[in-house]
């Protein structure tokens, strides 16, 4: 598992477990957990971005 996955997910559990304390600070705390890595990738540029998904593929392809 990716490190930024397992960051993200760590933010989703954590806002599930704030779901019985306070329902709109779990749900912003979700929200925050998925914008941020959304947010950062389009940030980049087109050729960033194809680099990233270069990068992805060697990696999913095992070189």
Request: no cysteine.
């Given at each position: 598992?990716a490190p930024?996955?397992r960051?993200?997910?760590?933010?989703?559990?954590?806002?599930?477990?704030?779901?019985i304390v306070?329902?709109w600070?779990?749900?912003a705390?979700i929200?925050?957990a998925?914008?941020?890595?959304v947010i950062?990738?389009?940030m980049?540029?087109?050729e960033?971005?194809?680099?990233?998904?270069r990068?992805r593929e060697r990696?999913?392809?095992g070189?």
């Amino acid at each position: 598992m990716a490190p930024h996955f397992r960051y993200g997910l760590i933010g989703v559990v954590i806002g599930l477990i704030l779901f019985i304390v306070n329902p709109w600070l779990a749900i912003a705390v979700i929200a925050a957990a998925i914008a941020i890595p959304v947010i950062a990738y389009r940030m980049l540029s087109p050729e960033q971005r194809r680099r990233l998904r270069r990068a992805r593929e060697r990696k999913q392809l095992g070189g």
